[in-house]
């Protein structure tokens, strides 16, 4: 027979469960707890015990607290906590109260789930500490759980967001893949190989290269610093507004020569320094191939230094440097040309090919660079785009490189 205490006790109090095969007992101790504030349960053995905690489980009425007598007939009190602890979702607090003294039982009594032991006849004051300090275990673990559930909520909100970013992430280098040459670009009998890696899934390199009259073309890199989405972006931007320049002969009213790298380099400069642009910076190569004179007029703005690979396999660094776009608005940009003749090479690249390490980690340089080049490109640039790809991906490897690699090998075609 299940009994309860005193109704007129709030239910936001903790419900204790006395389990007593003594009347006597169970009023004694129903009456001490009571007296401590609590409401109570009462049940003479194991059997009523389980019940009742299986049918209230989940329920206001459902138990905080057990505290059991060991020896009861049906069912003893270690039998009752090994199949609380097993079998009940949430299970209570619990407790032994025993007139069994033996260190044996002690152990005997925890091995069975227990969570404290009590020996009769106890002392009101001590049942009392008892009892609060597992309710404080009771609140500790009930924040815990509270706790956990948040914690699991907030990782699956943030691997939903994850997975959406990724999702778009993947999205946006697949619209960026779409805006690269082709593997094979010839116009007007220059042909260009290409490689293009991103450090993170999207990059901040672009490049292209375009028909601006008959007898000349422009090409271009940009690297914008840094990488990721918002580098992608604003290379994209700059790409589309470089595109729609070439188109132009003149810009908000005045004229602009397409044909004139640094006018145009000058011209970025303070559309990409003003305040809407948020000063963002990036490096810049714009390069105008003149067919008729067999010349490369290029203005380089904090751009790595392009290097020219004679027909007769001599390699020389080109350039001087300069200052990227977007920094200041008082910056100045000249002009540098080279001759471009017949088995000549142009190799253009971003500073991500620096940041590459070759086997027993030895740092790309200059001079290996230039061994490089001067090996490579004494295929035809048809060929030269595929072996371009094999050496570049075996230098960068599995992993994706620490920063965005673009490099780009100009040429008179040899087809």
């Known amino acids: 027979m299940v009994a309860k205490g005193d109704s007129s006790l709030t239910a936001k109090k903790p419900l204790l469960l006395i389990v007593e095969d003594s009347l006597a007992e169970r009023e004694l101790i129903k009456l001490k707890l009571r007296k401590f504030g609590y409401n109570t349960v009462e049940v003479q053995d194991g059997e009523q015990a389980f019940s009742y905690l299986q049918e ?12 059991s007598d060991w020896h009861m007939p049906n069912m003893d009190g270690l039998t009752l906590c090994k199949k609380v602890k097993s079998e009940i979702a949430q299970a209570p607090y619990f407790m032994i109260l025993t007139s069994r003294t033996n260190p044996v039982d002690l152990v ?19 049942l009392r500490v008892r009892i609060l300090a597992g309710l404080r275990v009771i609140t ?42 082709d593997a094979h670009v010839n116009m007007q009998g220059i042909a260009m190989a290409h490689y293009f890696k991103a450090a993170q899934g999207v990059a901040g390199d672009m490049y292209a290269l375009l028909s601006i009259a008959d007898e000349k073309l422009v090409f271009y890199q940009i690297d914008v610093a840094g990488s990721g989405v918002r580098s992608a972006m604003l290379s994209y931007a700059i790409a589309r507004y470089i595109k729609e320049l070439t188109g132009c002969s003149e810009v908000a009213g005045k004229a602009l020569n397409i044909s004139n790298p640094a006018e145009v380099v000058s011209h970025l400069n303070i559309q990409f320094a003003c305040a809407e642009h948020n000063g963002d910076a990036f490096t810049l190569l714009y390069g105008v191939i003149d067919l008729a004179n067999n010349t490369i007029t290029f203005c380089q703005a904090g751009h790595p230094h392009p290097f020219l690979i004679h027909s007769n396999g001599k390699v020389k660094r080109l350039g001087r440097g300069g200052t990227a776009v977007g ?20 190799a253009v690249f971003s500073d991500g090919v620096w940041e590459c390490k070759l086997a027993a980690g030895r740092q790309v340089t200059e001079l290996i660079l230039a061994k490089l ?43």
């Open 56 to 67: 209230n489980q989940g329920l206001s009425s459902q138990v905080d607290m057990v505290l």
């Open 108 to 126: 005997a009594a925890m091995d069975s789930g227990a969570d404290d032991y009590l020996s009769k006849p106890f002392n009101s004051e001590e």
């Open 140 to 181: 500790l673990m009930a924040e815990t759980q509270h706790k956990n559930i948040e914690l699991r909520a907030a990782l699956a909100k943030q691997t939903e967001l994850s997975n959406e970013i990724a999702a778009g992430q993947a999205a946006a280098a697949q619209l960026q893949a779409s805006t690269l040459p």
């Open 327 to 346: 920094i200041s608005r008082a910056t100045c940009f000249a002009n540098e040309q080279c001759s471009f003749n017949q088995g000549d090479r142009l």
């Open 373 to 415: 080049l001067k090996r490579l490109t004494r295929l035809s640039l048809r060929k030269l785009q595929h072996q371009l790809q094999l050496t570049m991906d075996k230098i960068v490897g599995d992993e994706a490189p620490r920063d965005d690699i673009s490099f780009l090998v100009l040429g008179h075609s040899d087809e």
